[in-house]
């Protein structure tokens, strides 16, 4: 029996959610997006899916929140899917080193993004899987993908959220409006918007983030939506950019490819061995998860998955 056995990590994730509320320091919940700011941060739930299809989980782990921009994962392994590498040409995989809403790179290299996970990119990313189509049809593949990912159809849109994040959204207006003049939106600006404010309110139970997760795991019972080495690119990116200027931060502390939101949800990834997932609304100074970090740091050690590992 190793420590990672599921007995050991049942018990490890029981002590794990006790101990984060004794510590009784969360963080601050968004506060930029009225429907994320009234969410007690008090918070906390963690699953683990593990390659016999057995799903370990602690704390509030039934409970809906809204995924944010870990659903940029999903939506760029469709638009992988239905155009390829073409999208490379108008979105880069750098790191960013900078916020995940900031303008400053976008202006200087030409409305190009670094990456599809900060936001610039993931609006792109989002028009191209909108083109030719209308909204509720892009919506559809991302809701269909995560679905059969999860392998269960009770994952939908929340509407008060999408609603919150337009009346709020002015920072996304602008980068959506500066990437138009670049030419680098195919479809009208409003309309991207729209759909990439719904995308991310996409809400799930950090069990039914975790299933999704194992088609990124690469496990033997996952379902086939992704090759092996779409799979292995898109955990790269995650794991360099995922956390946008904190993704050095967490590769140092975690090792593992993890993707953040800030509705306080983290997927990560440790590749043939479990698909993660965490949840706790209040934010660290890089607008992910405290608390959630903080348990990734944690579960990493006591299980010794790292893809740096010997």
Known sequence: MTRASPPDLQSFLTDLNTSVHAANDW??????IPELACIAPDQFAISVALPDG??????????????????????????????????????????????????????REQGRPRNPFINAGALVTTDALLDGRMPA??????????????????IHIDGDVAA?????GHR?????????????????????????????????TTDQLARAGTVLARFAKAPRLLSSERARRINALMMTCGHYDGSGDFAFRVGLPGKSGVGGGILIIAPGKASIAVWSPGLNNYGNSKVGTEAADRLAEFTGWSVFAG
Not at 173 to 202: G, M, R, V
């Open 54 to 107: 057995q799903v370990l989980s602690a704390g509030c782990h039934d409970q809906p929140f809204s995924i944010q921009s870990v659903s940029k994962v999903f939506t760029l392994a469709c638009v992988l899917g239905r155009i390829g590498d073409q999208l490379w040409d108008r979105v880069g995989r750098e790191p960013s080193g900078t916020s995940f809403d900031s303008i400053v790179l976008l202006e």
């Open 172 to 204: 996304n207006t602008a980068l959506a409006h500066y990437l138009a003049s670049h030419k680098n939106l195919h479809n009208p600006p409003n309309c991207t918007l729209e759909t990439y404010f719904h995308q991310c309110a996409i809400a799930m």
């Open 137 to 154: 049809d892009a919506l559809a593949e991302v809701l269909h993908f995560i679905r059969a990912a999860a392998g269960d159809t009770n």
């Open 27 to 32: 963080g601050t919940p968004a506060n930029y």
């Open 164 to 168: 919150s994040e337009k009346v709020t």
